[in-house]
């Protein structure tokens, strides 16, 4: 199980993937919306905003979202190191429940190419 640290250190590694990206996925992460993402195993919640292709503004809190952000991920957090280094295909642990990923139709369809 990775430990609260680990987990910051991935989205922050996420955000500047996205950050660095060019075309579709660069269009993709040009959202501005709030985002959480739940860690079912260590119980805490980051919270933060998708804006201009980076997540901004990230805090941590435990248990679970006070809020309910536009766009929700929750996963363990071996799941969320193993997405971000590459090493867990997205779309197979969604599929497989590993992962839940909420948000607006819209929305949905715009994230498909970041993930």
């Given at each position: 199980?990775?430990?609260?640290e680990?987990?910051?250190?991935?989205?922050?590694?996420f955000?500047?993937?996205m950050a660095?990206?060019?075309?579709?996925?660069?269009?993709?992460?040009?959202?501005?919306?709030?985002?959480s993402?739940?860690i079912?195993?260590?119980?805490?919640?980051?919270?933060?905003?998708?804006?201009?292709?980076r997540?901004?503004?990230v805090?941590t809190?435990p248990?679970?979202?006070?809020?309910k952000?536009?766009?929700?991920?929750?996963?363990?957090?071996?799941?969320?190191l193993?997405?971000?280094?590459?090493?867990?295909?997205?779309?197979?642990?969604?599929?497989?429940?590993?992962?839940?990923?909420?948000?607006?139709?819209?929305?949905?369809?715009?994230?498909r190419?970041?993930?």
């Amino acid at each position: 199980m990775a430990n609260a640290e680990e987990c910051r250190e991935a989205l922050e590694q996420f955000s500047r993937n996205m950050a660095s990206s060019t075309g579709d996925v660069r269009k993709a992460a040009a959202l501005d919306r709030s985002l959480s993402c739940r860690i079912t195993d260590l119980d805490l919640t980051f919270t933060g905003r998708l804006r201009d292709g980076r997540i901004q503004d990230v805090i941590t809190t435990p248990g679970p979202p006070g809020e309910k952000a536009a766009i929700r991920l929750t996963m363990a957090s071996d799941d969320l190191l193993a997405l971000v280094g590459g090493d867990l295909n997205f779309a197979a642990a969604w599929a497989s429940g590993r992962v839940k990923l909420e948000a607006g139709l819209r929305d949905l369809l715009r994230l498909r190419t970041l993930l």
